[in-house]
């Protein structure tokens, strides 16, 4: 798929799951009038492969991007839309993004203890597959002593963030680094921590319970630990 894309072609499997999945998309009148969009409306111009820590085997998971409105997060600046997608060996193609279904279905088809993989990798695979609404989204925390340094999250922006030194001192002894506890026999609880925001203005504080029974369903719980951690965040305009 990332050759063709590469290429400048839309994978044909991926623009026919988007048109299946988003029929509705545009007006009312113009399927109406004129009959259903191009492919153009659905095609992926752009594969981002999603770093799980090599827990998923049997299915990729990736980042896809598309026209604008079709996908749940805008592009800043550059426009479009994308979202987390996985495809199975056999082909079959999911959009993971506020999908818990979806993320249950990939685990099940890969049918491995989670206590195998890298607690952190997993940690940012469910907060991106759970909790992103459009370009509000979530940053893990590898551990409590990282929030003092915090630059952006994955892949950085290089400061400008001021913790709120009364609100840390209030909070920080309830901050974790991500963990996994459980077995395929009890199922799994994964715990976290994270800052959310829209785009950067990452300013809630949370911590996440992860819940997975042998079954791979998908329980969650969340507790906001500060609803603004930060004093300062970084002056980026779009």
């Known amino acids: 798929m990332i050759t063709e894309v590469e290429r400048g072609v839309s994978p044909a499997s991926l623009t026919a799951f988007l048109r299946r999945t988003f029929p509705r998309r545009g007006p009312w009148w113009w399927t109406r009038l004129l009959g259903p969009l191009p492919d153009a409306a659905y095609a992926v111009k752009r594969i981002v492969p999603f770093d799980d820590g090599e827990f998923f085997v049997r299915s990729c998971v990736f980042y896809g991007f598309a026209p604008a409105g079709l996908l749940e997060a805008h592009a800043l600046p550059a426009g479009g839309s994308y979202g987390l997608f996985a495809l199975s060996r056999d082909g079959v193609v999911s959009y993971l993004t506020r999908h818990r ?13 989670l206590d195998e993989g890298d607690s952190f990798a997993l940690a940012r695979f469910f907060t991106e597959a759970l909790d992103r609404k459009g370009n509000s989204s979530g940053d893990v925390l590898r551990s409590a002593d990282s929030l003092p340094g915090y630059t952006g999250g994955h892949g950085g922006l290089g400061g400008g963030y001021v913790l709120d030194a009364a609100e840390w001192t209030r909070v920080k002894s309830q901050v974790l680094a991500p963990v996994i506890l459980g077995n395929s026999q009890s199922g799994w609880r994964l715990e976290y921590c994270i800052v959310y925001g829209w785009a950067h203005e990452k300013k ?4 996440h319970r992860i819940d997975i029974d042998p079954e791979f369903r998908i329980s969650k719980e969340e507790t906001v630990l500060s609803p603004k951690i930060f004093s300062r965040t970084p002056g980026i305009l779009y």
């Open 204 to 207: 809630v504080l949370s911590r």
């Open 101 to 113: 279904e979806a993320a249950e279905g990939i685990l099940g088809r890969e049918d491995r203890a």
